[in-house]
């Protein structure tokens, strides 16, 4: 019989690795404030939702009761023909987070002599990368970003050792904003080894509105050792169905596929994604929206002499340090959610128009006293 202790548990304990994790937050929903609606600027949602004939396709709903096509069949092929690659090229994953999970359990882990490979990425990032990370069994090579929000890509390329099997480039950077350019990315790929797999991660692509930033297919199709990383979520409104996916070349993605988890996407996502494409003339005007608002949004906060980093995604960077937590309290007295990282700064997401209106009342209100009494 098995022993368990005074409190009825059998002592049974996780993996080291996990105990040092971080934790993923979630970004929380807005509080009830009367007189005011609540807004969600918290999880770089997008606030207008899918397209009327992904709506279609979620109401006419069926068969669910079946097994998807594990290798999202239709998905692939309407990718293929929406970007011009070998449909074989594109892996499925549960939103980009699947796919990149994919990528670090086929070439990161720990080694026959217990040491674990190197993944290296800008920092601070995307949150799930050091816990996806450290379940793959490797270590963590965190390369602080510039002044600028950016990424350091000289300090990340003197950081690559012997023991360096991915590099993680998010460009437009979640949380901060700005996006790699190409000359600069296409230069150092060229300084790393062509053994280590470089991933660019173009989650928030369709809002980018800078010239000359990275394109990820075209460094894929140049380099061998290049992957790129996109989902539906974002540009797409369709975070909820947990739907992105990959491109590599053939010697790559047939080690993805062994990694991959069975039946990871839906039936229901494959076929809501395949209509979004479809009616991709529909989803840049409703990107297009949303840029707008960016801008508005920027340029009235630079009105308030507020410095805000280069934004290219979904959302914005204030840079507040000490007072980020502050800010976001402030923010939800107003039934408005935000993001506070820390005391490093607070990410608000691009959200309705009465929502950007209320951020920017906001600022103007805490330029004036920024600390609470």
Not at 29 to 55: D, T
Not at 114 to 139: K, N
Request: negative net charge.
């Amino acid at each position: 019989m098995t022993e368990t202790n005074s409190t009825g548990l059998t002592g049974v304990q996780p993996r080291p690795v996990v105990g040092r994790l971080p934790k993923y937050s979630a970004g929380k929903p807005p509080v009830e404030v009367p007189g005011l609606e609540s807004f969600k600027l918290s999880s770089n949602e997008n606030p207008l939702g899918p397209v009327p004939a992904v709506m279609e396709v979620l109401r006419g709903a069926a068969d669910v009761h079946r097994y998807p096509d594990t290798s999202c069949t239709q998905l692939r092929n309407a990718l293929a023909q929406f970007l011009d690659l070998p449909a074989d090229d594109f892996v499925a994953g549960a939103g980009s987070l699947g796919a990149l999970n994919q990528i670090l359990a086929a070439f990161s882990g720990q080694n026959d002599d217990g040491v674990p490979d190197e993944v290296i990425y800008a920092w601070r990032s995307f949150e799930a990368y050091p816990i996806c990370v450290g379940l793959a069994g490797a270590a963590s090579v965190q390369v602080p970003l510039r002044a600028d929000g950016g990424h350091d890509l000289d300090a990340m390329a003197a950081a690559v050792t012997d023991r360096t099997k991915v590099i993680l480039l998010c460009t437009p950077n979640n949380p901060t904003g700005p996006a790699l350019r190409s000359q600069e990315t296409e230069d150092f790929i060229r300084k790393i080894p062509s053994h280590v797999v470089i991933v660019i991660d173009e989650a928030y692509l369709e809002f980018v509105r800078a010239e000359d930033v990275v394109d990820g297919v075209e460094m894929y199709r140049k380099y061998a050792n290049v992957m790129v990383l996109r989902t539906f979520s974002k540009a797409h409104g369709l975070a909820g169905l947990r739907v992105g996916y990959s491109i590599s070349q053939p010697e790559i993605t047939q080690y993805l596929r062994a990694a991959a988890t069975p039946f990871a996407v839906s039936g229901i996502a494959e076929q809501a994604a395949v209509a979004s494409l479809a009616h991709y003339n529909q989803v840049v005007e409703r990107v297009q929206s949303l840029v707008d608002e960016r801008t508005r949004v920027v340029t009235g906060l630079q009105e308030l002499d507020w410095e805000i980093p280069e934004a290219q995604g979904n959302f914005i960077w204030l840079a507040l340090g000490a007072n980020s937590q502050d800010f976001a309290a402030v923010a939800l007295d107003h039934a408005l959610s935000v993001r506070a990282f820390g005391e490093e700064g607070v990410r608000v997401s691009i959200g309705e128009v009465a929502a950007n209106t209320r951020l920017l009342e906001i600022c103007a209100a805490y330029t004036k006293e920024p600390q609470r009494s």
